[in-house]
């Protein structure tokens, strides 16, 4: 079992920055590739980044690409999720998610094997 926890979420301001950080705790971190995923009320849940298990390569939706970044620490246990010049519709719950499996395309959900529980990001304009 891998636990994720996510955190950083908040209220901002259009234009501004946010990092969002999920820890992770259980089976070996380091042999799972992780993404980030979100959902604004109405829609479907959405790819946004993935990295893979060494961190040498990362994956971005189209729409993300050159304001988010990706990256793990896989000392502490973190991946992180850069987010600048955030944009109103960026409003969402954002979910961390790790799989095992590295078969498949990174934004595809049903690859992932263990979810958090999300956290709130609000861009105002």
């Known amino acids: 079992q891998v636990q994720l926890v996510e955190s950083g979420g908040g209220l901002v301001q259009a234009g501004t920055s946010l990092r969002l950080s999920c820890a992770a705790s259980?089976?070996?971190?380091?042999?799972?590739?992780m993404a980030w995923f979100r959902q604004a009320p109405g829609k479907e849940r959405e790819f946004v980044a993935a990295?893979?298990?060494?961190?040498?390569?990362?994956y971005y939706a189209d729409s993300m690409k050159g304001r988010f970044t990706i990256s793990r620490d896989i000392a502490k246990n973190t991946v992180s999720l850069q987010m600048n010049s955030l944009k109103p519709e960026d409003t969402a719950v954002y979910y961390c998610?790790?799989?095992?499996?590295?078969?498949?395309?990174?934004?595809?959900?049903?690859?992932?094997?263990?979810w958090g529980q999300g956290t709130q990001v609000t861009v105002s304009a």
């Open positions: 998610a790790a799989r095992g499996t590295s078969s498949g395309s990174y934004a595809d959900q049903r690859r992932y094997d263990y």
């Open positions: 259980g089976r070996t971190f380091s042999r799972y590739a």
């Open positions: 990295i893979n298990w060494s961190g040498d390569s990362t």
